[in-house]
């Protein structure tokens, strides 16, 4: 049972990363860019978890953790060079 | 049984809210209604996912793994920082300030505000008279 459902989440991860690519490359604002960017970050996060169940191991999340902490930083970047034309102040 | 219950029940919810999140980023019409789907549906996602995770590694592995607390933490913390300077740069770059719904005072919204305005307005005093006013 668990195998169907961890099918079905790779399947609904997945094809919300096609997506957020689709976003991506047709965005109306810069901001909905960015904002697609951060969500495909976040997919991918969940995507590695899935796959850390499915082979049992928990190195993947030592890759999940690294992918969240550069996603959030290259966010606050983005939105930071944005707002004010410079990162750090 | 029933843990294997739990495990597929939070693996499905999780990948039915992710799918939202991301169809909700293409779906919905204005940027600032875009910006809900994903900082709470696929937040929720993934915290589902990673739940989902702890349960197998605790009571089909028999292995505790607490990377997956750390992972939803990190990520519940992030999401709301992230959705407040995206909506920013929606207000900056897709809006007047004059567009925008009145403050109800006469300063204007705190993002339009400039620095010097605001340490102008708001010197130790008038902070003092500000909560003297509230507490009418």
């Known amino acids: 049972m668990i195998g169907y459902a961890l099918t079905f989440a790779f399947g609904c991860f997945g094809l919300a990363l096609l997506l957020n690519i689709y976003r991506i490359v047709n965005a109306p604002t810069v901001g909905d860019r960015i904002l697609a960017l951060d969500t495909m970050v976040i997919n991918a996060i969940a995507l590695l978890a899935l796959f850390g169940i499915l082979e049992g191991t928990a190195v993947y999340f030592e890759a999940s953790m690294l992918i969240a902490m550069t996603g959030f930083i290259s966010t606050v970047s983005y939105t930071r060079y944005l707002l004010r034309g410079d990162i750090i102040e | ?136």
Do not use: Q
């Open chain 2, 1 to 136: 049984m029933i843990v294997d219950i739990l495990i597929s029940a939070s693996l499905v919810i999780s990948g039915i809210f992710g799918l939202v999140g991301s169809i909700g980023i293409i779906k919905l019409p204005d940027p600032m209604m875009r910006l809900h789907a994903p900082t709470k549906a696929t937040t929720l996602g993934v915290g589902g996912a990673l739940i989902a995770s702890m349960l197998y590694f605790e009571f089909v592995l028999g292995r505790f793994s607490f990377h997956e607390l750390m992972i939803t933490l990190f990520l519940f913390l992030t999401a709301p920082i992230t959705g407040h300077f995206i909506a920013k740069v929606h207000l900056h770059l897709g809006h007047k300030p004059e567009d925008l719904p009145p403050t109800g005072s006469d300063r204007p919204w705190a993002s339009y505000e400039s620095d010097a305005a605001r340490a102008a307005v708001e010197t130790p005093e008038s902070a003092v008279n500000e909560v003297a006013r509230k507490g009418e």
